[in-house]
């Protein structure tokens, strides 16, 4: 059902899922809590967890709140994009604070489980920590090397293929919401950024210095770990 406004959204809902862009979750707190239900459980799907459980202070405290993030998803956006499978087998992050009531922790852990999503309890500092590492700097990082790509003359969009496409296919995804995103996890996303700077100057100066060594060693590094994403935990 469409609604004219968000109050109307969740009338009578015992459970509400709010999936809007992290810098528009205080917004959206506000804008549902007069049609909250006393006692209906609020979530999310939010890809930054600190900013947001403040954002949810905005809630009425007859609203418990337990932050979510389901690590699924895609650079294509719209229902258009959208999978019945979607879920299935992907972590999801719940970072509950240990204050709220434990049916609505319980409500929440079965919404996403039902879904098939494998769960991963934990604070909201650390997760911010982890999603920085596997994803909001692997977002930045595309987006700088689709850049640089676009900067070298010898450029040609006709003659591209699979390894460059597969290296900045994130680098597609809609730029407003990684916006919010990137500032609301500013500290860690610059401080990856930081060591991916550390690492492209050690690859640049084992190229200018002709320095196969070092070259391989790095290339070799760089190729362990990759592999290892592909193996089972």
Known sequence: EVFENAADCVRGADLVIVTTPVDSAEETFLAIAPGLAPGAVVTDAGSVKGSILLAARRLPAANPFVGAHPMAGGEKAGATHASAQLFEGRVCFLTPTGAEDPQALTAVR?????????????????????????????????????????????????????????????????????????????????GGLRDLERRAAELRAAVEANDAATLRRLLAEARIARQNLDRSE
């Not at 930045?140 to 450029?155: E, H, I, N, R, T």
């Open 110 to 190: 079965r919404f996403w489980q039902e879904l098939g999503s494998v769960l991963h309890e934990t604070d909201a500092a650390k997760h911010d920590e982890i999603v920085a590492a596997i994803s909001h700097v692997p977002h930045a990082a595309a987006s700088a090397l689709m850049l640089a790509v676009m900067d070298q003359p010898g450029f040609r969009r006709f003659a591209v293929g699979a390894g460059l496409r597969d290296t900045t296919r994130i680098a597609a995804g809609e730029e407003n919401l990684w916006v919010g995103i990137m500032l609301a996890n500013a500290r860690h996303t610059a």
